[in-house]
């Protein structure tokens, strides 16, 4: 098909607050959240439908606007990917071990690395977390209240960004495995496990001013 | 029980790391259990086999099959790892629980406690696996997906960026530093030592004023109150009263093995 | 200006070869000749009508198709760069010696320059401490009751806003870096490694008023 048309009219520009939002948007490093926009857009913009009318002129094009990691991001097309793939350098794959770990850790999270090896029932191999920190896709979330004050794991915005995904609460099949009861599974006494959450929970953190752990 | 108890196209290092090249001439017939990290996944396997929803597994007939399963690889001489061991042990303890009556007042968990304890650990660990492969299968930032590919330029005037960094980097950079400062300050403790001249120098000094049998290691007391010097005061007195003996200025004396050594000198 | 029309229908899907060549210039790294895109659209597209047709209708958009270093790649529309000056840089790296700096000043803090030296085994240079002033992430803490009265250095609370941490004490310490195998083996007596705190100590003294704005 033909796209050349010279006699085609020229587009209709959009609001000025569009065009500002599509391009605060493209540059930013890391997605952009509503806040983020609202801040930097004239005072009074509905940022949520400007959002939206970006959204719907994107949709059938090559680029679109993606929520990820509670934030906006211009991503390509999903179904581009066979014809995109090679573009760029494929990023190193992560191995089986790595993967369950990964998946652990964002649907138990926070956990700790005793309960990782819990539930995989074997010793994580030294290295397997290190690189999914190092890949930015876990973090350090604080210590549990429990005797050893163990590190506790979770998932940052770059594994949502990474996987697509909004928040950890849209992990695929998480509401299925609550419902089963897989996710607050049975643990060593004294541990308990909650659905997933990236904010804080009872029983961890937040440390007493002054509070020292001191060896 | 179906088939036999090695799945036939695998080979698992972990389960394997202990037979290294001095392995058993036996075990020519290389066992392949690829794949499986652990005994847990093992048992997961086994039960996938036997077709049927994970909650209505028969835990006694996935215990027969990890059992039998050891019990091949140890009829191969294969060494398994400790942790498969270990899940042996436990494993053939659940099944004398399920098969026997519970002793009376018998203070532990019930024999169906346990067995739905390892059923839900399967479960768990069945169900994060198809959370993993769920979460493998989203389309992937970098593979399925793009982001704007190039940096674009800086606007001009434009003010610093914030300083990033991150807590991984953060924690890499302090054990790097430790690590290598640990490498660069590699210190040994002085060994202190008694030499055998100094053992002559000394028991000489000792023994001549003593005519009558004495225990060496009465001489030795001053000596030997350092922990760490005394292996070395032993070996050295030892020696040097042997060298003393053969060249006849002293006597020495043993009751029996290991009972003190006696000395006295040759000319009394 | 409004820009939610619910009744809105829904834009016309460009042809995939356009939609392709988008998502092509998007995410490449660099910008894309001609050649380049030839090269990965279906044979017999004519690129450069294509591209007239994109740069056609991204022209009154916030993002605009540009002609750069013989190639073509998306811009922000140049109007706009006013509004963006300053929007969300890309973060700046710390060199190897600042972070290591700052792990330090975070391990061992309330901590001198003197002994700050004497963990690493190198001069830190002045340079390196006041980056870490400037990042935000060091402060000044007090003096130390020795003689010369040397100034301490701790961490802010940017610090343990910017690395997401509760408390210094939730940095990992050596049994979890060991965990993570970022430490193998054992360290030598003569090499601390500490489990930080960053409660006030015994031998050191506060700032005097206005001593924080001297240095």
Redesign the interface.
């Known amino acids: 098909?033909?796209?050349?048309r010279p006699a085609?009219p020229?587009?209709?520009?959009?609001?000025d607050?569009?065009?500002?939002?599509?391009?605060?948007i493209?540059?930013?490093?890391?997605p952009?959240t509503e806040a983020?926009l609202a801040a930097?857009l004239p005072p009074g913009t509905?940022v949520p439908?400007?959002l939206?009318?970006i959204a719907?002129?994107y949709?059938?094009?090559?680029?679109t606007l993606?929520r990820v990691a509670g934030g906006y991001?211009?991503?390509?097309?999903?179904d581009?990917?066979p014809?995109?793939?090679g573009?760029?350098p494929?990023?190193r794959k992560?191995s089986?071990?790595a993967?369950?770990t990964?998946?652990?850790v964002?649907?138990h999270q926070p956990v700790t690395?005793a309960e990782i090896e819990e539930?995989?029932?074997?010793t994580t191999s030294?290295?397997s977390?290190?690189l999914l920190?190092?890949t930015?896709w876990v973090?350090?979330?604080?210590?549990r209240r429990t005797p050893g004050r163990?590190?506790t794991y979770g998932t940052t915005p770059a594994f949502l960004?990474?996987?697509?995904?909004d928040a950890v609460s849209d992990?695929?099949?998480?509401d299925e495995?609550k419902g089963?009861g897989?996710i607050e599974?049975?643990l060593p006494a004294g541990v308990r496990l909650r659905q997933p959450s990236d904010t804080a929970v009872p029983d961890e953190?937040?440390?007493a001013?002054?509070?020292?752990?001191?060896? | 029980m179906p088939g036999s108890p090695l799945p036939p196209d695998v080979t698992d290092r972990d389960a394997f790391e202990e037979a290294g090249p001095e392995a058993p001439e036996g075990a020519a017939f290389v066992v392949d259990v690829d794949g499986f990290e652990g005994p847990l996944d093992l048992l997961l396997e086994l039960a996938r086999r036997q077709k049927v929803d994970l909650a209505r597994i028969s835990i006694l007939a996935l215990v027969e099959q990890y059992l039998a399963f050891v019990e091949e690889a140890r009829r191969l001489r294969l060494e398994l790892a400790g942790d498969y061991l270990v899940m042996a042990a436990w494993l053939a303890y659940l099944k004398s629980r399920l098969l026997l009556p519970a002793p009376p007042r018998d203070p532990g968990p019930a024999a169906g406690d346990l067995a739905e304890a390892l059923a839900s650990r399967l479960r768990r660990l069945e169900a994060i696996r198809a959370a993993a492969a769920m979460l493998a299968g989203r389309a992937q930032l970098g593979r399925d997906v793009f982001g704007r590919g190039a940096t674009l330029p800086e606007p001009a005037s434009a003010a610093p960026g914030p300083f990033g960094a991150t807590l991984h980097e953060l924690i890499a950079a302090y054990a790097r530093q430790r690590q290598e400062r640990a490498r660069a300050q590699v210190t040994l403790p002085p060994r202190s030592v008694w030499s055998l001249v100094d053992a002559r120098a000394a028991l000489g000094r000792l023994i001549g004023r003593r005519d009558d049998w004495t225990d060496l290691d009465s001489y030795l007391a001053q000596y030997l109150a350092d922990p760490k010097r005394r292996a070395t005061v032993r070996a050295s007195s030892l020696s040097a009263v042997l060298e003393l003996a053969r060249e006849g200025q002293i006597l020495l004396r043993q009751e029996r093995p290991f009972a003190p050594i006696q000395i006295r000198t040759a000319g009394a």
């Open positions: 098909m033909s796209v050349a085609r020229p587009e209709p520009a959009p609001p607050s569009v065009r500002l939002a599509e391009a605060l493209f540059c930013a490093p890391a952009m983020d930097r509905d439908a400007l939206a009318e719907r002129t949709a059938p094009r090559g680029i993606a991001a211009f991503r390509t097309a999903p581009l990917a014809c995109l793939r573009a760029s494929e990023p992560l089986r071990a993967l369950e990964l998946a652990i964002a649907y690395r539930i995989r029932g074997v030294k290295g977390l290190d920190l190092e930015g973090r350090l979330r604080g210590r163990p590190v960004d990474h996987f697509g995904l992990l695929p099949g998480l495995l089963l897989l599974g049975r953190d937040p440390l001013p002054g509070e020292d752990a001191a060896d």
